[in-house]
């Protein structure tokens, strides 16, 4: 099955950029979704397909992809942003099986 | 708005049966294909099972296949996980999740419930 590989945990300053990255195999094949997970709530999408943002999510956040590897970026950090961030795709199969990646926890210093 | 409201948590004994329930509103339920992910205490998230729309194609994560059987009632407005043979790695918070897509090649899950806590132990 497919696997999708994420940093553990970055931190950024606050106002400043961050770059979190997902890689997998998949990824050549599929766009990764990005989610936001904040303590206690349920995970929210913040990026999908090539670089779209969901109604209500601000544009500092902005999605890109190469290869196999997708990269979720923050620009201008803010307190609220600190959270853990998800990237996930379909698998390698092609069919609708999916794969979440492992996480990474942004830390706005 | 659209909700996902989940139900049918609890604790259970390995071994044991318990059957999750999600109520969707706001949005024609029978369009739209649906997904169960769940997330361990502590843990990152796992996809567990798909359904579409009309329930004719269902897929499960190789961990839960032939322990639990998705399903859906578009009448009721309903997603279900029937959950059977549970274990003690099966304790997590369960969501539903519906699935979206721009074009092939771009799927997504756009909105989640809150999650129903599921506690395997003796």
């Known amino acids: 099955s497919s696997e999708l590989t994420q940093d553990p945990a970055v931190s950024v300053a606050l106002g400043q950029t961050v770059r979190i990255t997902c890689q997998g195999d998949?990824?050549?094949?599929?766009?990764a979704s990005w989610y936001q997970q904040k303590p206690g709530q349920a995970p929210v999408l913040v990026i999908y397909?090539?670089?779209n943002r969901p109604s209500g999510i601000p544009d500092r956040f902005s999605g890109s992809s190469s290869g196999n590897t997708a990269s979720l970026t923050i620009t201008g950090a803010q307190a609220e942003d600190e959270a853990d961030y998800y990237c996930?795709?379909?698998?390698?199969?092609?069919?609708?099986?999916?794969?979440f990646g492992t996480g990474t926890k942004v830390t706005v210093l | 708005e659209v909700q996902l409201v989940e139900s049918g948590g609890g604790l259970v004994q390995p071994g044991g049966s318990l059957r999750l329930s999600c109520a969707a509103s706001?949005?024609?339920?029978?369009?739209?294909?649906m997904n169960w992910v769940r997330q361990a205490p502590g843990k990152g998230l796992e996809w567990v099972s798909y359904?579409?729309?009309?329930?004719?194609?269902?897929y499960y994560a190789d961990s839960v296949k032939g322990r639990f059987t998705i399903s859906r009632d578009n009448a009721k407005n309903s997603l279900y996980l029937q959950m059977n043979s549970l274990r003690a790695e099966d304790t997590a918070v369960y969501y539903c999740?519906?699935?979206?897509?721009?074009?092939?090649?771009?799927?997504?899950?756009?909105?989640w419930g809150q999650g129903t806590l599921v506690t395997v132990s003796s």
């Open positions: 999740a519906r699935e979206g897509s721009l074009h092939s090649g771009s799927y997504f899950f756009d909105y």
């Open positions: 706001g949005f024609t339920f029978s369009s739209y294909e």
């Open positions: 359904i579409s729309s009309s329930g004719s194609t269902i």
């Open positions: 998949s990824l050549r094949s599929y766009y």
């Open positions: 397909g090539k670089n």
């Open positions: 996930n795709s379909r698998d390698s199969s092609g069919n609708h099986r999916y794969v």
